[in-house]
């Protein structure tokens, strides 16, 4: 289902779409910052790559 899944995008588009599909939505910004209304749809916001297997282990950990 697509509550227990996660998406990681770098983009408003890919990330509001994510959200509108139930996903927890993580992103990582490339050439845009989330403005406050996009903050909003985000389960969290990683600065790099190297953030995100925390976040994915915490998500894990949620889950059980």
């Known amino acids: 289902p697509p509550a227990e899944c996660a998406a990681v995008e770098d983009s408003p588009n890919g990330v509001t779409s994510a959200y509108r599909a139930g ?3 993580i992103m990582i910004p490339d050439l845009s910052q989330p403005d406050e209304e996009l903050q909003k ?3 969290k916001k990683c600065e790099t790559l190297k ?4 976040v994915l282990e915490e998500l894990n ?3 059980q």
């Open 51 to 54: 953030e995100l297997p925390a």
């Open 23 to 25: 996903m927890k939505t």
């Open 41 to 43: 749809l985000l389960y």
């Open 61 to 63: 950990g949620r889950r």
